[in-house]
């Protein structure tokens, strides 16, 4: 049977990373094919829900870190499933006025978003994909609610490893900077096979059966994307080493991660 909040046209045959990553953080809105799918990659990366946790953890610090620069803005693109520390739950804290745009591709992540988002009038979800760039910053969800005269935060977490290199990712993030106004920032984080390449790339070849397979990159690639921002202290890092504010967030092998993370800032 075929479970009501589930939206028309959703492949229950395929995996998809939004779904695999809310399995790997405890999440309720994944189906058997995902958490098949999830099992596997344990199997060849046994601290993998660690790493889900550890990135929701750096994309708390990144936006923290912008709310401390004064941002009440934020576009949360690729912002998957709705769990617990999503953006507009950070930030508002902090300032109930802030305004938050998630965007997903993935059905179920926007059908969920939309529903946990009704009665907030200062959130909203965008139906689109991080390449189509112009679908992202002209949907009138984005444009009603963020204000491209003053600094906007963009988050790419966890994201651009499912951008192969034929779709010339550093060419979109690019296309984003071109179009934010000085003062915005961009936190973004990225799956590397630089330390553990057996396990990671194990990952690789099981992701190939999802929608979303993923492309792996080096620290210098994932520098090399960023090159148009000015990074941040403490620069492209393991995000256990990303400005760290608990003993929690410290690793002693933060390489263990295999997550790349960085802020940057248009000057």
């Known amino acids: 049977m075929r479970p009501d909040w589930i939206p028309e046209g959703v492949d229950l045959e395929r995996p998809s990373a939004a779904r695999c990553y809310d399995f ?49 803005q934020f576009l949360d693109i690729g912002s998957g499933i709705p769990t617990a520390g999503n953006v ?21 992540a926007v059908a969920h978003s939309r529903s946990i988002l009704g009665d907030n009038e200062h959130a909203t979800i965008v139906q689109a994909d991080l390449v189509d760039v112009e679908d992202v910053l002209d949907a009138p969800e984005t444009r009603r609610l963020l204000d491209f005269s003053q600094p906007i935060a963009v988050m790419m977490v966890a994201l651009v490893h499912f951008v192969p290199d034929d779709s010339k990712p550093r060419e979109v993030i ?24 057996e396990g990671v790339q194990g990952l690789v070849e099981l992701y190939k059966s ?58």
């Not at 071109?178 to 390449?197: E, M």
């Not at 492309?215 to 960023?226: F, H, I, K, S, W």
């Open 24 to 72: 790997y953080l405890g999440g309720a809105h994944n189906f058997a094919v995902d958490r098949e799918l999830g099992r596997k990659v344990m199997e060849v990366v046994p601290n993998v829900q660690e790493v889900a946790v550890n990135n929701r953890a750096f994309l708390r610090r990144a936006v923290r870190y912008c709310l401390d620069q004064g941002v009440r």
């Open 88 to 108: 507009h739950e950070i930030a508002q804290a902090v300032d109930p006025g802030t305004r938050v745009v998630y965007v997903d591709n993935e059905p179920v």
């Open 174 to 197: 690019r296309h984003y900077y071109d179009r934010l106004p000085a003062g915005s920032y961009l936190g973004f984080s990225h799956v590397t096979g630089d330390h553990y390449p």
């Open 210 to 267: 999802s929608t979303n397979p993923v492309t792996l990159r080096t620290r210098d690639e994932v520098a090399g994307m960023l090159d148009d921002f000015e990074i941040v202290e403490p620069g492209v890092v393991y995000v256990p080493d990303w400005r760290p504010d608990t003993e929690d967030d410290v690793w002693e092998n933060p390489e263990r991660s295999i997550v790349y993370g960085a802020v940057g800032r248009k000057v």
